[in-house]
């Protein structure tokens, strides 16, 4: 759609920052191992799925598991006309995402502490997301699964490993019943490590029987649920 507008170029300062705020905070954000280089292994590759989005100014998006706020901060920063919520389970990781928000200058960020599933009673605050973005939480199913709840025809945009083809041809009869249609499957170039993009849109409310399929879904998939941000 023509109204949909690319990134805005975040700069060095700003991508630095952010990867100091990450590696540096007492709640674990990043495996350990990924402390030392987080500006190469995070936040880069946040940047780059940026550079393959494009989005509507005034659209209301989340970032469904943000752990540390990636890559919601890196998307707040780049899209600074949509507004931003930033959802985790875990309540240290959202304060830290709430005062990295501030220290940011990012005024589009809600930084929520809920578990996806616990909102999705609340319809009015649920379906109406354009968009819902997710890295690293699970399985390709698990994570469409939480997702769906949020979104009437919204896009549903998961941030996958290399493994991604794969994983999107085992979900077909998933995605049927969860009511997504998977519109495109692309890779990032120039990521440290293979990187993709799966793209879905809701086909409409979510199906009538939805919360049984989503529950059934959820259970055979909870093996593929991290919590930490080893990427799927
Ligand atoms: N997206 C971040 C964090 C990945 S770790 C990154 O790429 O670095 C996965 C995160 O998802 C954890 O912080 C965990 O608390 C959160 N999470 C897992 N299941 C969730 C659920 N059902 N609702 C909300 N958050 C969830």
Redesign the pocket.
């Known amino acids: 759609m023509d109204d949909q507008v690319g990134p805005r170029e975040l700069g060095e300062d700003w991508t630095s920052r952010l990867a100091e705020l990450v590696a540096g905070s007492p709640v674990n954000l990043?495996s350990r191992r990924d402390r030392g280089d987080v500006r190469r292994l995070?936040i880069d590759e946040c940047v780059l799925v940026a550079s393959a989005l494009r989005l509507r100014p005034g659209a209301r998006w989340m970032d469904?598991?943000?752990?540390?706020g990636?890559?919601g901060l890196v998307l707040a920063g780049a899209f600074p006309g949509v507004s931003w919520v930033l959802?985790?389970?875990?309540a240290k990781?959202v304060d830290q995402v709430r005062s990295f928000a501030t220290a940011l200058g990012l005024a589009n960020v809600e930084a929520v502490h809920?578990?996806?599933?616990d909102l999705w009673s609340d319809r009015t605050a649920t379906g109406g997301f354009d968009g819902v973005i997710?890295?690293?939480?699970g399985s390709l199913e698990h994570t469409a699964a939480?997702a769906r709840g949020f979104v009437t025809t919204g896009q549903i945009v998961s941030i996958r490993g290399p493994r991604a083809v794969q994983e999107v041809e085992r979900f077909g009869s998933s995605a049927d019943d969860l009511g997504l249609l998977v519109d495109e499957v692309v890779k990032i170039d120039g990521t440290i490590r293979p990187t993709w993009l799966v793209r879905m849109r809701g086909q409409g409310p979510a199906p009538a029987d939805f919360p049984s399929t989503r529950r059934t879904l959820l259970r055979s998939t909870r093996g593929g649920?991290?919590?930490?941000?080893a990427r799927a």
């Open positions: 990043v995070h469904l598991g943000t752990g540390g990636l890559p959802l985790d389970a875990r990781k809920a578990r996806a599933e997710s890295r690293a939480v939480l649920a991290s919590d930490g941000p």
